[in-house]
């Protein structure tokens, strides 16, 4: 078992940046790869970033590119998710996953924290 916690969501005026957390716990952190999705009330829950065990690779959306930031400690078994240039489209509840394969889609994944919201206000 791997329990995962996300930290770090709030209000934030658009333009504006934060940095969300997931802390890690139960099983060696590194042994997994990691995935960052979002879910707008009403929307799909979506793929934003993933990277692999040793954070060498990462991927993201299309949407996300240029703006946000992946990345991990494996020795604080905590990933990250920096969000940088916020804007109105980006509000959702964040949500961190951890699976044995880097992959945007959401079935590739077995462990998922509770989330945390992100507001961006315009």
């Known amino acids: 078992q791997v329990q995962l916690v996300e930290s770090g969501g709030g209000l934030v005026q658009a333009g504006g940046s934060l940095r969300l957390s997931c802390a890690a716990s139960g099983r060696t952190f590194s042994n997994y790869a990691m995935g960052w999705f979002r879910q707008a009330p009403g929307k799909e829950r979506e793929f934003v970033a993933g990277?692999?065990?040793?954070?060498?690779?990462?991927y993201y959306a299309d949407s996300v590119k240029g703006r946000f930031t992946i990345s991990r400690d494996n020795a604080k078994s905590t990933g990250y998710l920096q969000t940088n240039s916020l804007n109105a489209e980006d509000t959702a509840v964040y949500y961190c996953?951890?699976?044995?394969?880097?992959?945007?889609?959401?079935?590739?994944?077995?462990?998922w924290g509770q989330g945390t919201q992100v507001t961006v206000s315009s």
């Open positions: 990277i692999s065990r040793a954070g060498g690779t990462t």
């Open positions: 996953a951890a699976g044995g394969t880097l992959s945007k889609y959401h079935n590739s994944y077995d462990y």
